[in-house]
């Protein structure tokens, strides 16, 4: 099976969607991450090779129920029902972060994730304004039984990376982060995280309080991952390699 391909994003800033100092962006390092999600192929391989996160075998604190129930068995996507190179849901945040670790890496931090995400480059603010009024409907209706191939979205931000919107949500290491006391989950809360007052940063606060609903049992057909490396740990890697 060909070797996940990953994306070098260099360090920035970003202005994320959650309190902060107004007029100070969040800094992010350089690190890798993977070019696309995470293929039920690629879970397969890593159930091979480690049993024990097998469908029939993974302790009950680790997922809920549903665990990988798209597959037509335990050991066994069923790729003819399915499709070949679909991104794998219906897999917790512990099995993703175990799945990363097998691989020399980690789920991307939330700030790496966002910021990799907004790495976008459009001509104008009403294309801008165009995308994100799409990504708001496609929040809001995605079709988790019937997932495209990774890479098929045509969505990538300027270094290559691929299908951060568009095919699913994705698990990332701090999905729920603390934003601010007396800050909940009720119905107002979108409009209270929305800091920037444009579209993008509402499709943006979709996906933050969707992620914070999630438990880390969660299992359902709308969440895949994908995998960060640091950037030490990738440089080492590759000189080795040579």
Known sequence: ??????????????????????????????FYIDKTAVTNEDFLQ???????????????????????NHWQEASTPGLEEIGENRPVTHVSWFAANAYCSDKG???????EWEYSAQLMDFDSM????RFSTELIGWYSSVDAKNTKAVGSTGIQNRHGVQDQFGLIMEWVEDYKPIIADELSL??????RLQQLGNTYSYAAS???????SFNPKTTTGMVGFRCAYNLEDRESSKNSEL
């Open 1 to 30: 099976m060909a070797q996940q391909e990953q994306v070098l994003i260099p360090a920035g800033s970003f202005h994320s969607i959650l309190p902060e100092v107004k007029g100070e962006p969040i800094s992010v390092d350089s």
């Open 46 to 68: 890593f159930l091979q090779e480690n049993d024990s996160w097998q469908k029939d075998e993974i302790p009950s604190i680790f997922a809920a129920q549903n665990y990988l």
């Open 105 to 111: 890496g980690r789920l991307p931090a939330l700030n």
């Open 126 to 129: 009403q294309e801008m304004n």
């Open 186 to 191: 009720d119905c107002g809360t979108v409009g």
């Open 206 to 212: 979709i996906r933050y309080i969707t992620r914070m």
